[in-house]
């Protein structure tokens, strides 16, 4: 059967898309020279458990994915539901999104935020071109969580916790 395909509208389809919640993360990455990068994903997932391995999807423009990339390895930093301002200052086009930041470096040298619900360190495995982003596979070397905390949601074009997801009819 060949189905003739439609012309999607680019903000309709942003529209759906947005009613699926995603987590926000906050990719970081550390050049030998102590150079630090970070970028904000909402599309980060888990992709295989033998071996571990992780992706996202980052934009083609994007400035900060080619600085990450160069390192070969990446941080992916899980948001607690108290940290948009990470989100808001990574997803910035400042210089340093570090500065005033609170953070260390994770078991492989990569910058790892304080107080994230949960982080996971990666060595980038492959970068495959898909329409107008990237999907990156990273092999994952080492992760930790916290025990306690929600998420931070991007639900709908904006910032939620988990209870403001559930609404009052539980």
């Given at each position: 059967?060949?189905?003739?395909?439609?012309?999607?509208?680019?903000?309709?389809?942003?529209?759906?898309?947005?009613?699926?919640?995603?987590?926000?993360?906050?990719?970081?990455?550390?050049?030998?020279?102590?150079?630090?990068?970070?970028?904000?994903?909402?599309?980060?997932?888990?992709?295989?458990?033998?071996?571990?391995?992780?992706?996202?999807?980052?934009?083609?423009?994007?400035?900060?994915?080619?600085?990450?990339?160069?390192?070969?390895?990446?941080?992916a930093n899980?948001?607690?539901a108290n940290?948009?301002?990470?989100?808001?200052?990574?997803?910035?086009?400042?210089?340093?999104?570090?500065?005033?930041?609170?953070?260390?470096?994770?078991?492989?040298?990569?910058?790892?935020?304080?107080?994230?619900?949960?982080?996971?360190?990666?060595?980038?495995?492959?970068?495959?071109?898909?329409?107008?982003?990237?999907?990156?596979?990273?092999?994952?070397?080492?992760?930790?969580?916290?025990?306690?905390?929600?998420?931070?949601?991007?639900?709908?074009?904006?910032?939620?916790?988990?209870?403001?997801?559930?609404?009052?009819?539980?």
């Amino acid at each position: 059967m060949d189905i003739a395909l439609t012309a999607i509208n680019p903000r309709h389809f942003r529209d759906v898309m947005g009613c699926h919640p995603t987590g926000v993360c906050v990719v970081t990455a550390a050049a030998n020279d102590g150079a630090r990068f970070g970028m904000v994903v909402g599309s980060f997932t888990s992709i295989s458990l033998d071996p571990p391995l992780v992706g996202f999807f980052p934009d083609k423009k994007s400035t900060s994915w080619p600085r990450i990339e160069a390192t070969g390895h990446f941080c992916a930093n899980i948001l607690a539901a108290n940290q948009v301002h990470h989100s808001s200052r990574f997803a910035s086009r400042i210089e340093d999104k570090f500065e005033g930041i609170d953070h260390r470096l994770s078991p492989h040298g990569q910058p790892l935020l304080e107080d994230v619900l949960a982080w996971i360190d990666c060595s980038i495995e492959s970068v495959t071109e898909i329409g107008d982003h990237l999907l990156v596979v990273g092999a994952v070397r080492s992760l930790e969580k916290r025990d306690d905390g929600t998420p931070l949601l991007f639900f709908r074009g904006g910032y939620h916790g988990i209870v403001d997801c559930l609404g009052s009819s539980t």
